[in-house]
């Protein structure tokens, strides 16, 4: 019996909580909608149950998410917008097997969009400064505007060469 009263007691406690956050959340979630973070915006307003009397404002507003996104297209960045887009760190480590450098970047888009794909031209050079090789790889960037970031794990591919060196360049670049 004491068991059950408890169960109750914990379930109608959980329902309070829900009812009582589903004001913050709301707000939490317009304060990102208005801010054009739809994806955090949207976690916000799912957070907010049924029973709730926010439901329904919450509801119009991940109707409105949903119209937004299926708007979205990835288009390209103009040269002044790629000229926004800078790489403010790069290393490398090559597999002596393999001959794979995997490179890391650490990039700022200072665009007044989200950046979604970069193409990178990384060259290679050799103990005298020549260049020896070059590889073209896109890489998935997902970043909101204003921000900074660090993308691991980029493998544009194998340099037959040896090489002492490498530069990357942004060549390309698109935005939602």
């Given at each position: 019996m004491i068991f059950r009263v408890l169960i109750i007691?914990?379930?109608?406690?959980?329902?309070?909580?829900?009812?009582?956050?589903?004001?913050?959340?709301?707000?939490?979630?317009?304060?990102?909608?208005?801010?054009?973070?739809?994806?955090?915006?949207?976690?916000?307003?799912e957070k907010i149950p049924e029973s709730s009397p926010f439901y329904k404002k919450a509801q119009k507003q991940l109707d409105?998410?949903?119209?937004i996104k299926r708007q979205w297209v990835e288009k390209e960045v103009t040269a002044e917008e790629l000229a926004k887009i800078i790489i403010i760190d790069h290393t490398y480590k090559v597999d002596n097997i393999t001959r794979v450098p995997v490179h890391r970047l650490s990039l700022v888009n200072n665009m007044d969009r989200i950046l979604e794909y970069i193409e990178v031209e990384f060259t290679y050079y050799?103990?005298?400064?020549?260049?020896?090789?070059?590889?073209?790889?896109?890489?998935?960037?997902?970043?909101?505007?204003?921000t900074q970031d660090v993308f691991t794990k980029i493998e544009p591919g194998a340099v037959p060469v040896d090489f002492s060196r490498s530069t990357a360049r942004i060549l390309k670049a698109r935005y939602q």
């Open positions: 007691a914990f379930i109608v406690a959980g329902c309070v909580d829900n009812e009582e956050n589903a004001s913050a959340n709301l707000k939490k979630g317009d304060d990102f909608f208005a801010k054009h973070e739809y994806e955090v915006a949207e976690y916000y307003y409105a998410i949903g119209t050799d103990n005298d400064d020549r260049k020896v090789y070059t590889l073209i790889t896109e890489t998935r960037t997902p970043m909101y505007q204003n």
